[in-house]
């Protein structure tokens, strides 16, 4: 029988899932997250529009800095300010967070629809968040996808045993 994980070692997993959700995995993280990408920066705003404790949202903010998904940037000098802006790393959550609303939007909201439209700034239609294959262009669903053991994880025993289909 497997050990059972615990959340405090996630970041210990041979698991990518595992090891992204001991980052952003948090309810806060993620609305934090959300609202810098809706152009949020600095600790005040954060805090009114979430709602969430100081403490809270301190403790958020800290590990998102320390993690490399968030940089701290001076905006005042006297007394010295600093906002929140996301980093190449964090950067690279949007289709993470994207997929995320649009499936809100889909399944759970009510009767008036999407709370928010996102639009291509490029073209202005509506953005629908799509996994495609980078070779081919196809879009990929879950059943159009294989998953394998990465071979340099085979003889160290890390890997727990995966039904791969």
């Known amino acids: 029988m497997e050990k059972p994980v615990r959340w405090q070692e996630l970041d210990q997993q041979p698991c990518s899932l595992a090891r992204s959700l001991a980052v952003i995995g948090d309810r806060w993280t993620l609305m ?8 949020v920066r600095r600790f005040e705003h954060f805090q009114s529009r979430l709602g969430v404790t100081r403490h809270v949202l301190s ?17 005042q000098e006297r007394p010295r300010r600093e906002e929140y802006r996301l980093t190449d790393m964090g950067l690279a959550l949007h289709p993470v967070i994207v997929h995320l609303v649009q499936w809100g939007d889909r399944y759970l909201a009510d009767e008036r629809g999407a709370p928010l439209i996102h639009e291509h700034r490029h073209c202005g239609e509506r953005l629908q968040a799509r996994l495609t294959c980078d070779a081919c262009g196809e879009v990929v669903g879950p059943h159009d996808v294989r998953v394998l053991r990465n071979p340099a994880f085979e003889d160290d025993g890390s890997l727990p045993d995966i039904a791969f289909t």
């Open 32 to 39: 934090v997250l959300r609202d810098c990408f809706l152009g």
């Open 59 to 75: 403790d958020r903010l800290r590990k998102l800095v320390e993690e490399g998904v968030l940089k701290k940037t001076p905006y």
